[in-house]
């Protein structure tokens, strides 16, 4: 797998959580998170890590090419969106104090992730 998709891969599934708590006026887990993405397919590639922030329990991606857009519970279930040009994928999960994991799938791969917070 090429590092676009290795990025697009990784950032897709530490940043596709919509969640559906109403917004905060703080999150336990706001902050920056270093997620590990992985897939069980070899075509999709082995893994990769992004970084991500939660600020009041809103997603975003620290990176310019990829987007991110999710909410993150107060009971820590998260739901996000990640995109890189006309790639994306989704991912859910859940964090529990500085760390976290979850399932992610775009259109042709899928896989797992977990988190630590930074």
């Given at each position: 797998?090429?590092?676009?998709?290795?990025?697009?891969?990784?950032?897709?599934?530490?940043?596709?959580?919509?969640?559906?708590?109403?917004d905060?006026?703080?999150?336990?887990?706001?902050?920056?998170w270093n997620?590990?993405?992985?897939?069980?397919?070899?075509?999709?590639?082995?893994?990769?890590?992004?970084?991500i922030?939660?600020?009041?329990?809103?997603?975003?991606?620290?990176?310019?090419?990829?987007?991110?857009?999710?909410?993150?519970?107060?009971?820590g279930?998260?739901?996000?969106?990640?995109?890189?040009?006309?790639?994306?994928?989704?991912?859910?999960g859940?964090?529990?104090?500085?760390?976290?994991?979850?399932?992610?799938?775009?259109?042709?791969?899928?896989?797992?992730?977990?988190?630590?917070?930074?």
């Open positions: 797998m090429n590092g676009f998709h290795k990025s697009l891969f990784a950032t897709i599934v530490a940043i596709a959580v919509p969640l559906t708590q109403a905060a006026a703080g999150s336990t887990f706001d902050g920056t997620v590990r993405i992985s897939s069980s397919s070899e075509t999709c590639g082995n893994g990769a890590t992004v970084a922030g939660i600020s009041n329990g809103q997603i975003a991606s620290s990176s310019a090419a990829v987007t991110a857009s999710g909410r993150v519970a107060d009971a279930n998260i739901n996000v969106t990640l995109g890189a040009g006309i790639k994306h994928a989704v991912g859910s859940r964090l529990s104090g500085t760390s976290g994991s979850g399932t992610w799938r775009g259109a042709m791969c899928s896989g797992t992730w977990t988190a630590e917070r930074m």
